[in-house]
Nanobody
Framework: QVQLVESGGGLVQAGGSLRLSCAAS????????MGWFRQAPGKEREFAAA????????NYADSVKGRFTISRDNAKNTVYLQMNSLKPEDTAVYYC??????????????WGQGTQVTVSS
């Protein structure tokens, strides 16, 4: 129903920046909230950031607050995650996710394949 494709991952040194993109299919992109999750080696997937359907509300995990910024361009059906001041502990596979309603606290049902982010010390 909803197809998500992440891009922009890579290898970066600590203190550097990356910008992840997630392209979503469908004609109702603005109707649902979007989020970014990550899964570090040996750990379970964890929430990183979310944005409401309109883009008016955002939410961040404490671990990324002040360093990461989630945004969306509904005209392009794309959500972004700008990651600054990266730390080695940010190393993970980052997944884009879509909810089925627009609220920033909506549950996520659709997932992309993930993109690897590796931060060296």
């Amino acid at each position: 129903q909803v197809q998500l494709v992440e891009s922009g991952g890579g290898l970066v040194q600590a203190g550097g920046s990356l910008r992840l993109s997630c392209a979503a299919s469908g004609r109702t992109f603005s109707s649902y909230a979007m989020g970014w999750f990550r899964q570090a080696p040996g750990k379970e997937r964890e929430f990183a950031a979310a944005i409401s359907g309109s883009g008016g509300s955002t939410n961040y995990a404490d671990s990324v607050k002040g360093r990461f910024t989630i945004s969306r361009d509904n005209a392009k059906n794309t959500v972004y995650l700008q990651m600054n001041s990266l730390k080695p502990e940010d190393t993970a596979v980052y997944y884009c996710a879509a909810a089925n309603r627009g609220a920033v606290n909506a549950r996520f049902y659709y997932w992309g394949q993930g993109t690897q982010v590796t931060v060296s010390s």
